[in-house]
Structure formats: structure tokens, C-alpha cells
């Protein structure tokens, strides 16, 4: 089992960053393929970014492509979403999950964070 915890979010303007953090706990986070997902009010969930779970692989939504960056460290068992050039659209929560498969939908994944909020003012 694993469980997951996001830090980071703030506000900021349009053009600033932001990096969010996903700490895991549990022996088996390693083995995990990660994903960033998020949710603006009144709309559904929405894939972000994943990671593969030895970081051969990193995939990114279209709205993303350029501007954020995932990595992972799994010494530290922690992965990271490096945010630049954001925009008000990107306002939202933002939740990491942890999946065995490689999916960009939520019901690829098992296990989620609480989420934490990012929001971007013009």
C-alpha cells in the first residue's frame, strides 16, 4: 500500500512557477508509475503528467507540453511536477496518484493524495 501527500501549491501570477511535491510511505512506492491529475471547479479530473516507475518514461497532457516537467526520486520517494509559464487556466487542485499500469485516466490509478491548490490570477 502506499500512501501519498502533495505540498506546494500557492498562488501566483500568470507567468510565475510553482513545483509540487507527492511524498509517498510504504516499501512499494518504487515499483509505482506516477501520475499528476486535476480537477477545476465544475469540471472533471483531467490527466496532467506520469512517470514510469524507474523513470523511463515520462508522459504529458497536450496543455502542458513545454511548460511542466515530472520527475521522480525514488530514494527520496517523492515525485516532483515543475510548473513554469503558468496560466489561469491551470488553476485547480492538483492530485498525484501512484498505478501499476501505465494509463492517463483515473481509474488506472489506486492510491491518491488529498490534493493541493494552485492557483494562477492574470
Known amino acids: 500500500q502506499v500512501q501519498l501527500v502533495e505540498s506546494g501549491g500557492g498562488s501566483v501570477q500568470t507567468g510565475g512557477s510553482l513545483t509540487l511535491s507527492c511524498a509517498a510511505s510504504g516499501r512499494t512506492f518504487s515499483s509505482y508509475n506516477i501520475g499528476w491529475f486535476r480537477q477545476a471547479p465544475g469540471k472533471e479530473r483531467e490527466f496532467v503528467a506520469a512517470i514510469t516507475w524507474n523513470s523511463g518514461g515520462t508522459y504529458y497532457a497536450d496543455f502542458v507540453k513545454g511548460r511542466f516537467t515530472i520527475v521522480r526520486d525514488n530514494g527520496k520517494k517523492t515525485v516532483y511536477l515543475q510548473m513554469n509559464s503558468l496560466k489561469p487556466e491551470d488553476t485547480a487542485v492538483y492530485y498525484c496518484?501512484?498505478?501499476?499500469?501505465?494509463?492517463?485516466?483515473?481509474?488506472?490509478?489506486?492510491?491518491w493524495g488529498q490534493g493541493t491548490q494552485v492557483t494562477v490570477s492574470s
Open positions: 496518484a501512484a498505478g501499476r499500469s501505465l494509463v492517463f485516466t483515473t481509474s488506472g490509478y489506486n492510491y
